[in-house]
């Protein structure tokens, strides 16, 4: 028997039963935080759908309604572009950061909405993070806290990100953000 990748293990490991969508996204999120753990961005990347939206926002802009993202990327293309400039033109320290994900809850369906959690539908689902940084020169310490705020939906049998919004609960990230969150 053959040896799969990390990759390949990895996405095998995200196509849950739609049964059973509070595990699944659970799941989801461990393996999302193990991938930018590894750097393997590359997979990070299919996580998400092509016309996904991803934003990185302070808590004060995002419970103010403002639209003001420390980042933004509106489809899976600028996702890539970003991810190629992280390994092919940015100069920054080299570090390691750790991604911790708990407090997975999910938002039930709006009344209006015909699309539930089942295997075609589309769902909002929230859960705390907290990431870790350590520069190779250096103690670790804290990066960022905060709640991730997301639409999943399912596509051909896998749990996908529609939208992906990372609020930091600090007015400021205390080193740069090189990295997705």
């Known amino acids: 028997m053959s040896e799969r990748s990390l990759r390949e293990q990895t996405l095998a490991a995200i196509e849950p039963a739609p049964t059973a969508p509070k595990a699944a996204v659970r799941d989801f999120y461990d393996d999302y935080a193990g991938l930018l753990d590894d750097g393997d961005f590359e997979a990070w990347l299919e996580l998400f759908t092509a016309d996904c939206q991803y934003q990185v926002m302070a808590r004060e802009n995002f419970e103010r309604g403002l639209p003001l993202a420390t980042m933004r990327c509106d489809s899976r293309a600028m996702l890539a572009d970003r991810i190629a400039a992280i390994r092919n033109t940015q100069f920054f320290a080299p570090r390691t950061l750790r ?6 809850r999910l938002k039930p369906p709006a ?21 870790t940084e350590t520069f190779f020169d250096g103690p670790s310490a804290l990066h960022t ?18 939208s992906k919004m990372a609020v930091y609960d ?6 740069s953000l090189v990295y997705p969150l």
Not at 111 to 131: H, I, K, R, Y
Not at 148 to 161: E, P
Request: glycine share 14%; net charge negative; hydrophobic share 45%.
């Open 111 to 131: 009344p209006d909405e015909s699309a539930g959690t089942g295997a075609e539908g589309s769902f909002e689902a929230t859960a705390n993070f907290l990431v």
């Open 145 to 162: 806290v905060g709640q991730y705020v997301d639409r999943f939906v399912w596509s051909q049998g896998r749990l996908l990100l529609q």
């Open 99 to 104: 991604h911790f994900v708990s407090g997975v």
């Open 170 to 175: 600090a007015g400021l990230v205390t080193t």
